[in-house]
């Protein structure tokens, strides 16, 4: 473990330090000297992003915990599915998850892109899209039967708003019924009144159900949300349906949205991302991070890390001329992608973000002596 450090008076003085640790080119067994050390990646998922994974465990090989639920929130369009499809995709690069199942709950029967040839072949074959939900016990059933099963798994349910319930779709029947007596016989039929509580209540008892079985499964759950306006009392503007046992079961709770779209030849194809991790089980740090994601690519991890050494001053940026220091490298940002894509230098570049987001979270510890040994 390494000794705190006091915080640098001066943003300047920080930055200059971890622009002073990261080019010294520490080994890699130095990261694992950290505080995050105990976090194994073996047990990690990852998300497809090097500055998500970050931001998820302090590690930039995964970011989600084998063994827990995850809740994605966001508007329309600001690239939930394809972050959940990126970390499949991730998977298969991985032995250790060849025996992993990928469920695909369609509940939107909104997937119609090219699955191959956005993420490979290897998630077109493995990806299992007949366990479509169409109820909140529809879901219940379907993630009862994964954990029977006994294979270890990965379950995407696209989306919890998009799933009804038997009491609803009855309270759609008894609806019809009525108005069609109405227009029969001329006489106002009175509709029952409801709370409509039956999904936050069924969606609690779910995740009390199946915890532990996740856990002990070494399975993986990501849920889906869309945004709401919050019309009541707090201090955000935006909400989730399912009540609030998703914030209570879940590992990490990840808000997405879009800061800008992303276009070539005045036409969109894609939005900048930003990612905040409101809630961390794993580290219980608050992070936020902001992610290019292209409709027909998926996230741009090398974009980003590119983005975020340059945001952090290891790497100089003069007008369009970036200088990446550590390949001995300068060109516009689209060359040192290409050259280090060509390169294959994918590897090398995340182990410097790696190092850079550990020697800023260096900086950022409270300089206190322990309570606890």
């Keep these: 473990?390494?000794?705190?450090?006091?915080?640098?008076?001066?943003?300047?003085?920080?930055?200059?330090?971890?622009?002073?640790?990261?080019?010294?080119?520490?080994?890699?067994?130095?990261?694992?000297?950290?505080?995050?050390?105990?976090?194994?990646?073996?047990?990690?998922?990852?998300?497809?992003?090097?500055?998500?994974?970050?931001?998820?465990?302090?590690?930039?090989?995964?970011?989600?915990?084998?063994?827990?639920?995850?809740?994605?929130?966001?508007?329309?369009?600001?690239?939930?599915?394809?972050?959940?499809?990126?970390?499949?995709?991730?998977?298969?690069?991985?032995?250790?998850?060849?025996?992993?199942?990928?469920?695909?709950?369609?509940?939107?029967?909104?997937?119609?892109?090219?699955?191959?040839?956005?993420?490979?072949?290897?998630?077109?074959?493995?990806?299992?899209?007949?366990?479509?939900?169409?109820?909140?016990?529809?879901?219940?059933?379907?993630?009862?039967?994964?954990?029977?099963?006994?294979?270890?798994?990965?379950?995407?349910?696209?989306?919890?708003?998009?799933?009804?319930?038997?009491?609803?779709?009855?309270?759609?029947?008894?609806?019809?019924?009525?108005?069609?007596?109405?227009?029969?016989?001329?006489?106002?039929?009175?509709?029952?009144?409801?709370?409509k509580t039956e999904k936050p209540k069924i969606t609690s008892e779910i995740l009390r159900v199946t915890a532990r079985e996740i856990k002990d499964k070494e399975a993986f759950v990501n849920i889906i949300s869309q945004t709401r306006d919050n019309l009541g009392w707090g201090f955000s503007d935006k909400t989730r349906s399912g009540g609030k046992a998703l914030k209570f079961y879940c590992c990490h709770e990840m808000w997405v949205s879009s800061t800008k779209p992303l276009k070539k030849l005045n036409e969109r194809i894609g939005s900048n991302s930003k990612i905040q991790v409101s809630k961390n089980k794993l580290t219980f740090k608050r992070r936020t991070v902001e992610i290019p994601i292209y409709d027909n690519y998926g996230i741009d991890d090398i974009g980003s890390c590119v983005d975020y050494l340059v945001a952090e001053k290891i790497w100089k940026k003069t007008k369009q001329t970036i200088k990446a220091v550590h390949f001995n490298w300068e060109g516009n940002r689209d060359t040192i992608i290409k050259r280090i894509e060509r390169g294959l230098r994918e590897q090398e570049l995340t182990q410097i973000v790696g190092r850079t987001w550990g020697n800023k979270e260096d900086l950022l510890k409270i300089d206190r002596k322990r309570r606890y040994k």
């Design 1 to 195: 473990m390494v000794q705190l450090r006091r915080r640098p008076k001066g943003t300047t003085e920080a930055v200059k330090q971890i622009v002073k640790k990261v080019k010294e080119k520490e080994p890699a067994a130095e990261e694992e000297k950290r505080e995050c050390a105990w976090i194994d990646p073996y047990y990690l998922i990852p998300t497809g992003s090097t500055l998500l994974n970050c931001a998820l465990s302090d590690h930039y090989q995964g970011g989600y915990q084998i063994g827990s639920v995850v809740n994605t929130i966001g508007d329309s369009g600001t690239g939930k599915t394809l972050l959940a499809l990126n970390s499949l995709a991730e998977m298969t690069l991985f032995k250790r998850f060849d025996d992993y199942r990928f469920i695909f709950d369609d509940v939107e029967a909104a997937l119609a892109g090219n699955i191959e040839f956005m993420f490979g072949r290897s998630v077109a074959d493995r990806i299992e899209l007949t366990n479509r939900s169409s109820t909140i016990q529809d879901f219940y059933i379907n993630l009862l039967k994964a954990i029977k099963d006994g294979q270890p798994f990965v379950y995407i349910l696209d989306s919890m708003d998009a799933l009804t319930s038997k009491e609803e779709q009855g309270r759609a029947t008894k609806m019809v019924n009525a108005r069609k007596k109405e227009e029969e016989t001329g006489e106002k039929v009175k509709e029952a009144g409801s709370w």
